[in-house]
T-cell receptor
Framework: DGGITQSPKYLFRKEGQNVTLSCEQN?????MYWYRQDPGQGLRLIYY???????QKGDIAEGYSVSREKKESFPLTVTSAQKNPTAFYLC???????????FGQGTRLTVV | SQQGEEDPQALSIQEGENATMNCSYK?????LQWYRQNSGRGLVHLIL?????REKHSGRLRVTLDTSKKSSSLLITASRAADTASYFC???????????FGTGTRLQVFP
């Protein structure tokens, strides 16, 4: 089945540790996005990529890093520099220029 | 922040009633979309309206777009309990192709 997969669904990490969230898509989409969602809030854009080996910062990129070495994959690393990393993280992909995005089911990260 | 805003933040109605949600945005856009999110899940695309369109229908959904006011509305007619979810508008920025989401409206439909 075609789709976009995030893993893991739940992630627990100790404060000060880096953690990487996985996002894979087999939709042949060029564009991929990472969003952060806090309880009862909207989605805020962390990073986005429109082509392999290129990505741009979104509104809240500080404390996060990404890579786009393959079209199918757009992993997000939450670094120890992120002051408040506990949140729900959503990955999405789309065909550039169409706007319509397909979302993964999200990763809920809890830092203790 | 470029994030758009939606109102109301929360809306409670009875089954069979209509639900209207509004969205305002800040930049020039290629298109505007509406998404639905069930609690704790990913978002699902509902409908897209292009910047040169003023109104679009899809089943029980009706979307309007006013680019002069940078605003859109989503109407869900004859609501059902299964429509209970959060609804978000998203804009595809004309200059950057960023996909920017609004703050969302939480809709509760009572049986």
């Amino acid at each position: 089945d075609g789709g976009i997969t995030q893993s893991p669904k739940y992630l627990f990490r100790k404060e000060g540790q880096n953690v990487t969230l996985s996002c894979e898509q087999n939709l042949n989409h060029d564009a991929m996005y990472w969003y952060r969602q806090d309880p009862g809030q909207g989605l805020r854009l962390i990073y986005y990529s429109q082509i392999v080996n290129d990505f741009q910062k979104g509104d809240i990129a500080e404390g996060y890093s990404v890579s786009r070495e393959k079209k199918e994959s757009f992993p997000l690393t939450v670094t120890s520099a992120q002051k408040n990393p506990t949140a729900f993280y959503l990955c999405a992909s789309s065909i550039v220029g169409t706007g319509k995005a397909f979302f993964g089911q999200g990763t809920r990260l809890t830092v203790v | 922040s470029q994030q758009g805003e939606e109102d109301p933040q929360a809306l409670s109605i009875q089954e069979g009633e209509n639900a209207t949600m509004n969205c305002s945005y800040k930049t020039s856009i290629n298109n505007l979309q509406w998404y639905r999110q069930n609690s704790g899940r990913g978002l699902v695309h509902l409908i897209l309206i292009r910047s040169n369109e003023r109104e679009k229908h899809s089943g029980r959904l009706r979307v309007t777009l006013d680019t002069s006011k940078k605003s859109s509305s989503l109407l869900i007619t004859a609501s059902r309990a299964a429509d209970t979810a959060s609804y978000f508008c998203a804009t595809d920025d004309e200059d950057t192709d960023k996909l920017i989401f609004g703050t969302g409206t939480r809709l509760q439909v009572f049986p």
